[in-house]
């Protein structure tokens, strides 16, 4: 939205409030829709539809941008207005399992709209086996600020912050504490690592409802001084704590393109990440970095140690990572190429 807003585009938010923390400088029309969710959907349902037609009628838009809410999309259809789909990761890999009211509304969704953009090759695969035209759909990953997001970024005041140590190797997970990121996967091999490294700390940046539990998990497993729990890091500063790693690890079960992998690959870390689809459009194991199978500790310990002992690898894979990056995902281009859509349907 800033990126376009900069550019000249007359840009108004439409937002459930559970999902976006709308930045100070974003100086652009914000509605608030009450919080939908599970809970309260069929006695919310109606109302926010409601309200949302009537927000649509008075922006009056050219063009909207519907993202991932599937549920709001009748609320577009009957403003008749031309919009966009832009869909990504578990709300649409988990649509072959979902109800089937809800993969019909999904599926209803983009056959409707003038364009459906995805972060990632497994989800137009997806989109296309539900019979979605597959010119009607585009893949853009969200992209990487090559100048924030880079490998000259000196991260050595967040080592000391962290009373982190030279020559301490670091290991850094930047995915939110929920069941699908499965970050107890990474404390359950941390004692693995430690049985032969032991100047190996890990920061464990994010947040969620699983954080007592996987803070009482490594008490349990006696790892807690080897841990840096950060919580929540403000975005201006995420750069700095990838910096401060040698090694990038992700556990998450399902994924698409993550925004947190290829943040990462711009700062030059090897990755040691989950077999998944998504991350496979990324990362080729023994290439680039390391795949593992998911829920598996004993593997990730093991790619890990791999990592901790081979600096040649480690630089090799950096260094991939970053051309990767800047030849596939960089900012720019991907804003390019979604104003290149808008520009076609204007």
């Known amino acids: 939205m800033k990126a376009f807003a900069q550019k000249g585009y007359n840009i108004s938010l439409v937002t459930d409030s559970r999902t976006w923390i709308t930045p100070n400088n974003l100086s652009i029309p914000v509605h608030t829709l009450p919080v939908l969710n599970r809970k309260n959907i069929l006695q919310r349902i109606i109302p926010n539809t409601l309200r949302l037609v009537k927000i649509l009628r008075q922006v009056n838009p050219n063009i909207v941008h519907l993202h991932a809410q599937h549920q709001y999309s009748p609320a577009i259809l009957l403003s008749h207005l031309p919009f966009i789909l832009t869909s990504w990761g578990k709300e649409v890999l988990t649509l072959s399992h979902a109800d089937p009211a809800w993969f019909c509304l999904a599926k209803a969704t983009a056959l409707k709209a003038k364009k459906v953009t995805v972060d990632a090759k497994c989800l137009k695969n997806i989109w296309i086996n539900m019979k979605v035209p597959e010119e009607k759909i585009e893949v853009i990953p969200f992209g990487v600020d ?18 982190i140590d030279e020559e301490d190797e670091v290991v850094i997970s930047t995915r939110p504490f929920y069941n699908h990121y499965n970050i ?11 049985l032969r490294h032991k100047n190996v700390k890990f920061i464990v940046k994010g947040s969620g409802p699983l954080a007592n539990h996987l803070k009482s998990s490594a008490e349990k497993l006696n790892v807690s001084s080897n ?8 975005y201006n500063e995420v750069s700095k704590y990838l910096s401060a790693a040698d090694i990038y690890v992700s556990t998450c079960l399902i994924d698409s393109t993550s925004v947190s992998l290829l943040e990462a690959m711009a700062c030059g870390l090897p990755p040691v990440v989950t077999d998944i689809p998504g991350n496979r459009e990324w990362i080729e194991n023994g290439k680039n970095g390391l795949l593992f199978p998911p829920r598996n500790p004993k593997t990730l310990a093991d790619k890990l140690i791999r990592l901790i002992e081979d600096k040649r690898s480690r630089e090799s894979f950096g260094k991939k990572c970053v051309k990767i990056v800047k030849d596939r995902a960089m900012w720019e281009e991907c804003v390019s190429k979604m104003e290149t859509i808008y520009e076609s349907l204007l």
């Open 146 to 163: 090559t100048e924030r997001f880079n490998p000259n970024i000196d991260g050595s005041d967040i080592r000391k912050k962290l009373n």
């Open 184 to 194: 107890s996967c990474l404390i359950r091999a941390i004692p693995l690592v430690l």
């Open 227 to 234: 841990i840096r729990f950060v919580g929540i890091v403000p």
